[in-house]
């Protein structure tokens, strides 16, 4: 069964830390792309960091460089987004997602066909 899990989400205060966790079944990681999204509640879901594992490009949204990295760890099947320095302009559904095609435009959500049941993320003192 193709699935992916997110998880580590919770209430964390301004200036905080998270490490979310997408563990990948029925995917070999090594072979796909995984890229990481969030919703926050009004407004469209937004790429926040992706990477192609075809090219090795990557890409992360401006308000999340520096605080922001993801992590692969192939052995345990696994991606991890670690967020730092939290605000809570970063309270939102964090969703891990992967796309199927071999050339797909890197965080474009349109472009990703499997998806993850989401992560609620919260910032707030």
């Known amino acids: 069964q193709v699935q992916l899990v997110e998880s580590g989400g919770g209430l964390v205060q301004p200036g905080g830390s998270l490490r979310l966790s997408c563990a990948l079944s029925?995917?070999?990681?090594?072979?796909?792309?995984v890229g990481w999204f969030r919703q926050a509640p009004g407004k469209e879901r937004e790429g926040v960091s992706c990477?192609?594992?075809?090219?090795?490009?990557?890409y992360i949204t401006d308000s999340a460089k520096g605080p922001f990295t993801i992590e692969r760890d192939r052995a345990k099947n696994t991606v991890y987004l670690q967020m730092n320095n939290l605000t809570p302009e970063d309270t939102a559904v964090y969703y891990c997602?992967?796309?199927?095609?071999?050339?797909?435009?890197?965080?474009?959500?349109?472009?990703?066909?499997?998806w993850g049941q989401g992560t609620q993320v919260t910032v707030s003192s």
């Open positions: 997602a992967i796309p199927m095609k071999l050339q797909f435009r890197l965080c474009a959500t349109s472009e990703y066909e499997y």
């Open positions: 990477y192609n594992n075809g090219d090795f490009s990557k």
């Open positions: 029925g995917f070999t990681l090594v072979y796909y792309s």
